[in-house]
């Protein structure tokens, strides 16, 4: 027998899966018992079985390398499930939507009167120096005063339980379809383990999101044209946006698809131009309208954000979401919530330190060795320290980079991720995780997805989750407890 | 439908029927130099010159062996023309319209370069050649199959068969102008058993051996061979057959007015010529012909319906 409970030790963490050593949570026990029958030759063709899925399917994720230019990559995935309560999950997708609420009232505010601002509970000098702030969007007033229709919100849980937001994803999440994906391949190669158990099912999310995308038509009609926007095959998140479109139905375009006449958006058919309702765009702000945003890039498309102000086109996310999706920012969400809803967060943040306060930066760099440091608007686990685990070296270069651009510095605690039993070789070791659910909102109607997209950093020990950094994924399983 | 995405249909059913087409011929010749006498046979040369495969990449040395041959042809990404390099560039087309093909549509294409790529080795030794190219063959086969029982028939599944059929006829007349380039029979007149040989591994590489005989009860012969390929409507591989094709897609299309002025004149071509009286020299520039009629519309039709930014 080759998974031995008894063995499996995540000393000084949280374990999502076994209590203590031997004992599962109660929520895993089909699962871990289920597991520890499987003899060693069936974890191997089990594990072969979701490769070629994945393989089959062409699951992949673009990297970007200086020898060979643009390549795909399988994206590693581990077999063995996470499991989260019913119970639990729905005190988190309570806390995901105040948060969504708040964060979309807190953008429109931004774009109008910015009474948040002049109230003095968030700092003017923060807008003033954010950089995905955009003074074209001022006085926009977008559907419903919905700016962030889709967030995706990153979850970890800290060695007593807590699970604390981490980062807010408000610009263009992805990871969505490898969410969907995951649970394709684990139904081919588990279908009796779903047979048995009562695992709450996550397929709806295209049809959510069509729905979303749908009520945001500025021309009422029964079948709006809504398109994907995409960068292009050597997106690293190419795959996404083409599954998306294909499982939605809609076009999905590039750029040099559209084009904007008298402020309205068309694409170029094979029978000619054809108007468009809604763009999901995947592209960053500043390339969606070189011209619009005074920027000299040749992708996007001119006349864009003049079409999207006039209000003959929806845009989602809207562009200028991005104000909110700053790690500074990101530490003001408590109040933030406190100050549009009148209630006190739900889920907690992670204590960050605001390198911009004199009092808070001095605190940082005195304790940089035992602290992490995040750069306000990187994605991907790029231009980060890791304090406890860098050189001294690397410590002083952060601490000069802090001291030149505090505004884009902040400090949190290293927290003591939870993790998972993760299968090396045909033995089970823990591995740390994240969680990113996405949350759509229409205004109307705010729908969270039914778990999310389980990150795992596959490298023992590391607490980096990214794709693009030697991360991988699991199907998350939201079950009755 | 985008024009972007009619254009990555067209390339992707191009580039699939062109490496299948690549194996057949590939098998063609393969046949025909275990048929011939020592003396007589071709060699690669030929192959490589009517794959377009001399012209741009690295070429090849001219005293290649023949296994330098068949790497190159058959899994070199160097050379545009390989089988390998034409499954990537399906599966790359593929790729871009993964959200309008059917998905087991888009796995065929990706498992069809995959395996193409894990294999190459066998294709490239005698002993596993055939079976490799046959692979290849059945790969695309299956993938057209997908595409006509679960792909919507719509304009997109039109610029399928335009691409299908415009590469398959230019494919056609490829593997037919295999024969033309050695002129065996001016040089050499007892080597009359051995035309009709050759004249039988051109139909069995087309699949069109059992068809030929159904329809046409005589035994081998070249004019007969040449009419068959040329003009059988009924005979899927054949280039009126294939021209048919493109004009049922163009008539469903809109703006369809120039494509069809340059289509209708090919087809007069190919019914009118005699394939009696086309002797070795004729029937290359007779194919050379076509070829370029095959060009005009495949230009027509970018110009009417693709992205030009």
């Known amino acids: 027998m080759a998974i031995r409970w008894g063995s499996y030790k995540s000393k000084d963490f949280y374990d999502e899966l076994i209590r203590v050593a031997g004992k599962p949570r109660p929520v895993a026990n089909t699962l871990c018992r289920y597991l520890s029958d499987l003899k060693d030759r069936d974890i191997e063709e089990y594990k072969t079985a979701a490769e070629l899925a994945i393989q089959v399917m062409g699951i992949t994720f673009t990297v970007y390398s200086e020898e060979e230019g643009s390549i795909d990559r399988a994206w590693p995935f581990d077999i063995i499930p996470r499991v989260i309560p019913r119970s639990e999950w729905k005190q988190i997708e309570k806390g995901l939507v105040q948060r969504v609420k708040a964060l979309n009232l807190f953008i429109d505010d931004l774009y109008h009167k910015q009474q948040i601002v002049k109230d003095k509970v968030f700092p003017a000098e923060l807008l003033q120096d954010s950089v995905n702030f955009r003074k074209q969007c001022v006085g926009v007033k977008p559907p419903k005063g919905i700016w962030a229709h889709i967030c995706g919100s990153d979850l970890v849980r800290d060695k007593d339980g807590t699970v604390y937001v981490l980062e807010d994803n408000l610009r263009v999440p992805s990871g969505v379809s490898y969410m969907l994906e995951n649970r394709l391949v684990m139904k081919r190669v588990f279908p009796d383990l779903f047979e048995e158990s009562n695992i709450l099912p996550v397929d709806d999310y295209p049809s959510q999101l069509h729905d979303m995308l749908t009520a945001m038509s500025p021309r009422k009609v029964k079948q709006p044209e809504i398109v994907v926007l995409t960068p292009g095959i050597y997106n690293s998140a190419y795959f996404e946006h083409a599954y998306l479109a294909q499982q939605m139905g809609a076009e999905l375009v590039e750029g040099r698809d559209l084009v904007v006449e008298k402020d309205i958006v068309y694409m170029r058919t094979i029978s000619g131009l054809s108007r468009v309702d809604v763009i999901y765009r995947r592209i960053d702000d500043l390339f969606l ?122 400090g949190q605690p290293l927290l003591a991720l939870s993790t998972a039993p993760t299968l090396v070789g045909n033995r089970v070791e823990p591995r740390h995780l994240d969680l990113r659910p996405f949350i759509l909102s229409s205004g109307d109607h705010t729908y969270v997805t039914t778990g999310g997209l389980t990150r795992v950093a596959l490298r023992k020990g590391s607490t980096v989750v990214n794709s693009s950094q030697g991360g991988g994924s699991k199907d998350t399983w939201i079950m009755e407890d | 439908m985008l024009s972007r995405v009619a ?303």
Not at chain 1, 328 to 337: D, K, M
Not at chain 1, 340 to 365: A, S
Not at chain 2, 51 to 60: H, M, Q, S
Request: hydrophobic share 35%; proline share 5%; glycine share 8%.
């Open chain 1, 289 to 410: 309208d070189p011209a619009g945003f005074g920027t000299d890039s040749m992708l996007g498309v001119p006349g864009l954000l003049k079409a999207w102000k006039a209000g003959n086109v929806a845009l989602v996310n809207a562009p200028g979401a991005g104000v909110a999706d700053d790690k500074v920012v990101y530490s003001y969400v408590p109040e933030i919530i406190k100050y549009y809803l009148g209630e006190e967060p739900k889920i907690p943040n992670v204590p960050t330190y605001r390198c911009f306060n004199k009092k808070e930066r001095d605190h940082v760099i005195a304790n940089i060795d035992k602290l992490v440091i995040k750069p306000a608007n990187e994605s991907g686990g790029y231009g980060m320290l890791i304090g406890p685990q860098a050189s001294k070296k690397e410590r002083d270069h952060f601490v000069r980079l802090i001291r030149r651009d505090p505004r884009n510095y902040i």
């Open chain 2, 7 to 309: 254009e990555n249909i067209y390339w992707l059913a191009r580039y699939v029927e062109r490496a299948e087409n690549t194996a057949r011929l590939i098998n063609v010749n393969t046949n025909l130099m275990l048929d011939l006498p020592k003396f007589a046979r071709p060699g690669w040369e030929p192959i490589v010159e009517i794959l377009g495969a001399d012209n741009g990449g690295e070429g090849l040395p001219e005293d290649a062996d023949e296994r330098s041959v068949l790497h190159y042809l058959i899994s070199d990404t160097n050379n545009p023309a390989s089988i390998l390099s034409s499954l990537l560039m399906a599966r790359e087309n593929g790729r871009t319209i993964r959200d309008i093909i059917p998905r087991e549509a888009w796995e065929k294409v990706n498992d069809l370069y995959l395996v193409a790529k894990q294999d190459a080795g066998k294709g490239i030794s005698k002993r596993g050649r055939y079976d490799y190219l046959g692979s290849v063959i059945s790969g695309a086969q299956t993938l057209t199959g997908v595409l006509a029982g679960t792909m919507l028939h719509d304009d997109g599944y039109s610029f399928l068969r335009m691409g299908r059929n415009l590469e398959r006829a230019d494919m056609t007349t490829r593997i037919i102008d295999v024969r033309t380039a050695d002129l065996l029979e001016e040089m050499h007149e007892d080597l009359t058993p051995f035309e009709n040989i050759q004249w039988m591994s051109v139909l069995k590489s087309l699949t069109g051996y059992q068809m030929y005989r159904r329809t046409i009860q005589v035994r081998i012969q070249r004019p007969e061979v040449l009419r068959f390929l040329f003009q059988e409507k009924r005979f899927p591989r054949a280039f009126y057959h294939t021209v048919c094709e493109v004009e049922e897609c163009l008539t469903s299309l809109p703006h369809n007015k120039e494509p069809l002025a340059k289509l209708r004149p090919l087809q007069d071509k190919v019914l009118k010529a005699d394939p009696a009286k086309l002797r070795q020299e004729q029937l290359h520039k007779f194919i050379d012909k076509l070829q370029l009629g095959l060009a005009g519309v495949h230009n027509v039709i970018g110009k009417t319906y693709f992205l030009h930014s």
